[in-house]
């Protein structure tokens, strides 16, 4: 066959699929002659994932099997069928592994052509990328798939079978198991009263031999559950690493307990986790808890920026990126409490140090600035002991902007005497602020309606939550005020969905994706959330609620949750590739520096708020209360 023959043939088959029946006759010629014909051996790889994306691939006779990054089959190609446009649309890289799975010829289309074609030919465009499902819904599955082991299950780190030792044995007989099996750790079981089978009782580390038994002067026969920690963190196997990633820093714990059925199956210790990644986010905060001081503190904020990068090259998805950021941020305010404590002295009535904002909504950024608060016990008494608590808040706030946390503009911080106060009077406050809604408690409201104790006396905060969930939804009047403040910023789209740019900082013309873009999101489900009593704190968290609910049309709740995914994934990856160029990240982004693709999903992103908008407007018009979806 000649070069023309093949070039005819190549031709005839791109014109009787699609999507290429919507090009024109030029431009299918020219897509012809740019085909690279190549054969595949059954059983040999086409493509590794990372590696440069080079082609798209289009499947001329044979069978392709394409993986997820984990391993597993994501899809199965044949005959007409194509391949590989996710890597070309995401930073040129192939984000799906290939290997033919029966003899396959392949025609390959240079990047710069199907780019061209992409950019160029609508209708094309569209084919390519919907399919099935909408552009926006392929771009979120994408960075779902790209999102690693931290999404795999704990059971898959897990290294071995639980070591456990009954609640009966000695200190002796733990430390004796303990170097048979050569482990760090034992979890002490005791008989379930109705089962007969080991359920947790506690656990026993190295740690605690060292500290509480041989420091303690205690005799090697003391029973093991004397020396164990027993009220216990532990996660079930089937959840994500990621889960238990955040269990261990919020719970500042090295070893997680594994349950199944609530029986001990085994141990995940920090160590398996760190192993998933270099720039760890669990060494950073073992780094924090370890410091020193404020200054060593500065010092490894600039590690949690090197692990922020790390993560959104390893495309993980913005919930893990957030919470983990949240994480680090509530270590730093832990351990400033520590060493404010040290220096000043033990608190004169107990308190509850508060996160607000991101932080509490476990969706904390690099670019972020310091909302906190103090809850201090009934007992407080303003002329006896502020001088100390200023103090406290004083040395934590300052520590913070040291930290890179900057100073709250409007003055939200526990070194302000308003905002350290008791229980009883954030009680009130609370309630004032629902029964009474006024254009400044409505700003108060969405920002300490999103509260997290980050130490002290905790469940302050958690009381104060719920007491906000009953209170809320019982008064449409405030929730409608709540509405119509959610409504005050618009995502950045014209008349005809083309952008809206503004002068930004650094920028001539950009987009700020938090001002006009996760901000507005994170309210609307605030106030839906709010409308059903939910207590949740994440936004994705509080959605999945509101859609459990029946709080909004059917397929609303998918749609909102990839429009926030997507937009904070676009926000997290531009401020990494700012700290990579040497640059201070910010929150805008000039739309020219987005490829064709991701243009597209961010104005279907916007287009999904300003619909979101219009039914929050509905649901919440009157101050009758909030509206059934239609």
């Given amino acids: 066959m000649t070069m023309q023959d093949e070039q005819f043939e190549i031709l005839a088959f791109l014109a009787s699929h ?228 955040m269990l261990m820093l919020r719970h500042n714990v090295h070893h997680l307990p594994v349950l199944a059925k609530r029986e001990p199956v085994g141990v995940l210790a920090m160590s398996d986790i760190v192993r998933l990644e270099s720039q760890s986010s669990l060494f950073v905060v073992a780094g924090i808890n370890r410091a020193a001081s404020v200054e060593e503190l500065a010092v490894l904020a600039r590690e949690a920026r090197a692990s922020f990068v790390k993560m959104v090259e390893g495309d993980l998805s913005s919930r893990i990126v957030g919470s983990t950021l949240s994480a680090i941020g509530r270590a730093f305010k832990q351990r400033l409490l520590e060493l404010a404590e040290q220096r000043f002295g033990p608190p004169p009535v107990p308190y509850c140090f508060l996160a607000l904002g991101s932080m509490a909504r476990q969706e904390q950024l690099v670019v972020t600035d310091q909302d906190n608060a103090l809850i201090l016990d009934n007992s407080y008494d303003e002329a006896v002991h502020d001088a100390y608590f200023e103090q406290l808040a004083r040395f934590v706030c300052d520590g913070l902007a040291q930290c890179g946390y900057a100073y709250c503009t409007g003055g939200v911080m526990a070194s302000n005497r308003q905002w350290r106060q008791p229980l009883r009077v ?132 998918p749609a909102l949750h990839d429009a926030l995914e997507f937009i904070s994934m676009v926000r997290i990856r531009n401020q990494a590739r700012d700290l990579k160029g040497g640059r201070e990240p910010d929150n805008s982004i000039e739309p020219d520096q987005l490829s064709e693709f991701e243009r597209k999903s961010l104005r279907d992103a916007f287009t999904i708020l300003s619909h979101a908008q219009d039914y929050l407007k509905f649901r919440f018009q009157s101050a009758r209360g909030p509206e059934r979806p239609r």
């Fill in 426 to 557: 954030w009680e009130a406050r609370f309630r004032e602020w629902i029964e009474n809604p006024t254009p400044e408690s409505l700003l108060h409201s969405n920002i300490f309606f999103d509260i997290d104790g980050v130490a002290g006396r905790t469940e302050w905060a958690d009381s104060l939550r719920a007491m906000v969930a009953r209170h809320a939804r019982a008064h449409p009047r405030f929730l409608a005020s709540m509405a119509r403040n959610a409504l005050l910023r618009t995502p950045p789209l014209g008349f005809f969905k083309d952008f809206v740019l503004e002068v930004d900082g650094r920028h001539s013309a950009a987009i700020n994706l938090k001002r006009r873009g996760t901000a507005p999101l994170s309210d609307l489900i605030r106030v839906h959330a709010l409308g059903i009593g939910s207590e949740a704190l994440n936004s994705f968290d509080r959605l999945d609620e509101v859609v459990e609910a029946g709080a909004l049309p059917p397929g609303r709740g």
């Fill in 18 to 245: 699609e999507p290429f029946r919507e090009l024109d006759g030029p431009t299918l010629q020219r897509l012809a002659e740019s085909v690279d014909v190549r054969y595949f051996k059954g059983g040999s790889p086409i493509v590794e994932f990372g590696q440069d994306a080079q082609f798209w691939h289009i499947v001329r006779s044979g069978v392709v099997e394409v993986f997820r990054r984990d391993g597993t089959l994501y899809n199965r190609v044949t005959e007409g069928a194509y391949f590989g446009e996710f890597g070309l649309l995401h930073r040129k890289r192939v984000r799906f592994p290939a290997r033919a799975a029966e003899d396959t010829l392949l025609y390959l289309v240079p990047e710069p052509v199907f780019t061209q074609l992409f950019e160029t030919h609508e209708l094309f465009a569209d084919k390519v990328e919907i399919e099935d499902r909408t552009r926006l819904r392929q771009a979120v599955l994408r960075q779902q798939t790209d999102s690693g082991l931290l999404s795999a299950d704990v059971q898959s780190l897990l290294q071995g079978e639980a070591v456990t030792i009954p609640e009966s044995a000695t200190a002796r007989e733990a430390a004796q198991r303990m170097t048979e099996h050569d482990v760090s750790s034992l979890l002490v079981v005791r008989p379930d009263p109705d089962t007969g089978r080991p359920v947790l009782a506690g656990i026993v580390t190295d740690r605690d031999i060292r500290s509480r038994l041989v420091a303690g002067c205690r005799d090697m026969d003391t029973p093991v559950v004397r020396i164990a920690t027993q009220d216990v963190i532990a996660i079930d196997h089937n959840r994500l690493v990621f889960e238990a990633m």
